[in-house]
């Protein structure tokens, strides 16, 4: 089994299936609607210079996060596609 990890955490490439996220309210129900969900697989395309904000690609769509939000969704890296 692979270390849980924040999505901010991971590189370019990994694919992380989702296990958790520490978010409440508003912010929530949009990432849920947006398909970050328990057992959803989220690859990590790109990352801006600073690091801020992470591009993923989930539910057959690219989504871009700020890191305080991919800092409260954790999950495992199942593989890299690098």
Do not use: N
């Not at 990352?47 to 495992?76: C, M, N, Q």
Request: glycine share 6%; charged share 25%.
């Amino acid at each position: 089994m692979s270390q849980m990890i924040a999505l901010h955490e991971a590189k370019i490439g990994d694919v992380i299936k989702i296990t958790q996220l520490d978010i409440t309210g508003t912010m929530r129900r949009r990432l849920l609607d947006l398909g970050f969900v328990p057992s959803a697989e989220v690859k990590v395309l790109q990352k801006s210079p600073l690091g801020d904000p992470i591009a993923f690609w989930v539910s057959h769509t690219t989504i871009a996060l700020r890191k305080e939000e991919s800092a409260k969704i954790y999950g495992e890296v199942v593989r890299s596609e690098v």
